[in-house]
């Protein structure tokens, strides 16, 4: 019973990433309803335009700052510095996860099975090395913080594996970080009316 429950959530998990393409885990946002915030702040400057486009911090940073933005608007919050009750701020960085399927081999299933009477092709021998290993994967942290104390009231983590490190693509970069960002701040509640 026990084994049937414990492949039951790894077929959802699995499912839920192969699905979205992006794994968004979200904290609970108790501590930051009990603060009633209303008021906001980004607790860093945004980055300079125009100075390094190889880099993805420098596409990403005003997709970020519009999408949150407007989310954080759209539920009621103000962004006004001199009464922020609470900032928001972001990490970007680099992560390994073991063992993680491509979202570019769909001719791979993750589950055991028996076929019988077949024959196994190199294709399906390359790709179960590949598959088996290390891959690089980009995570964004959202965090926001209380202003007074600077303690973590909410946040959300977002991790995608990197199919092609070395293309960057603007236009899928906003789309994809657009979508994203929708879904990873779903859970916030409306801001109370003062």
């Given amino acids: ?4 429950n414990i492949l039951a959530y790894g077929l959802f ?13 979200p904290a609970a946002t108790d501590r930051f309803v009990a603060g009633d915030y209303r008021y906001y702040q980004w607790r860093t400057d ?9 880099d993805p911090a420098y596409i990403i940073d005003p997709v970020m700052r519009r999408e949150i933005d407007t989310d954080l608007k759209s539920k009621g919050y103000v962004l006004n510095p001199e009464k922020a ?14 063992g993680a399927t491509s979202d570019l081999a769909s001719n791979i299933s993750p589950y055991p099975s028996v076929a019988p009477n077949r024959q196994i092709d190199q294709a399906s021998v390359d790709n179960a ?8 994967t980009n ?50 509640p409306q801001a109370r009316s003062s």
């Fill in 13 to 25: 998990s699995l499912t839920l990433l192969g699905c979205s393409g992006v794994e968004i885990q």
């Fill in 139 to 188: 995570n964004i942290i959202i965090q926001f913080n209380n202003k007074t104390d600077n303690q973590e009231i909410w946040r959300v983590t977002l991790t995608k594996i990197i199919e092609d490190a070395n293309n960057i693509d603007t236009s899928r970069i906003n789309k994809n970080l657009t979508q994203y960002l929708k879904r990873a701040l779903k859970s916030l």
């Fill in 85 to 98: 009750q609470f900032t928001v701020g972001y990490i970007l960085m680099n992560g390994m996860i073991q």
């Fill in 129 to 136: 090395i590949a598959l088996g290993g290390v891959k690089e």
């Fill in 46 to 54: 945004p980055l300079p335009s125009g100075v390094r486009f190889s």
């Fill in 1 to 4: 019973m026990r084994i049937k």
